[in-house]
């Protein structure tokens, strides 16, 4: 029987690429000489620290550049508070997101049934699969998560035919 599977992974090389470059440019940029600026990656969370908030909003407009230059989806990102370190200097953990949240694969499975396509939505784990008699229904139903989910940045693997 056809089906697929709705996934919401990160390119993480990518992802580990984007932030060595960034850290290369705030080591370029003369507004950042002499300061604390600084970026780094570790188990899925970005950690920025600069001076001043300010200089954090800098460091994330690098840092999405960079990953928007290498295909990353910034949907990805989950920034947290700003938290002060310390002296003056101040830290943001940018959590990156990989896997489905049950809350969100409920409601992909939900607008899956209420579509009243001839498919059936599973929740395995942080994936959902989709399975259906024809391929047709398939790429609708791939349509239609696109459309109806656009606040998570999904991607459909695993179609076997």
């Known amino acids: 029987m056809p089906s697929f599977d709705t996934v ?23 507004d950042f000489k002499g300061t604390a600026a600084a970026v780094d990656l570790k188990d899925k969370e970005i950690t920025m620290i600069g001076d001043a908030e300010f200089q ?17 989806d910034v949907r990805f ?3 947290g508070d700003v938290q002060k370190m310390g ?6 953990v940018i959590k990156v997101k990989s896997g489905i ?4 694969a409920k409601k992909i499975t939900r607008i899956i049934k209420d579509s ?14 989709i ?7 398939l790429q609708a139903a791939m349509a239609l998560i696109k459309k109806d989910v656009p606040d998570m940045p999904l991607s ?3 179609f076997r035919d």
Not at 116 to 129: E, F, T, Y
Request: charged share 35%.
């Open 77 to 79: 990102l989950d920034k």
């Open 56 to 72: 954090l909003v800098q460091v994330e407009d690098i840092l999405r550049s960079k990953l928007t230059k290498r295909s990353v």
């Open 116 to 129: 009243k396509l001839k498919v059936q939505a599973a929740i395995q784990g942080d994936a959902v699969r």
């Open 8 to 30: 919401c992974e990160p390119n993480l090389p990518e992802v580990k690429n984007a932030v060595a470059n960034t850290a290369k440019a705030i080591g370029t940029r003369f």
């Open 131 to 137: 399975t259906g008699a024809k391929r047709d229904d």
């Open 156 to 158: 459909f693997n695993n």
């Open 87 to 92: 002296g003056d200097k101040v830290k943001q």
């Open 101 to 104: 949240e049950s809350e969100q």
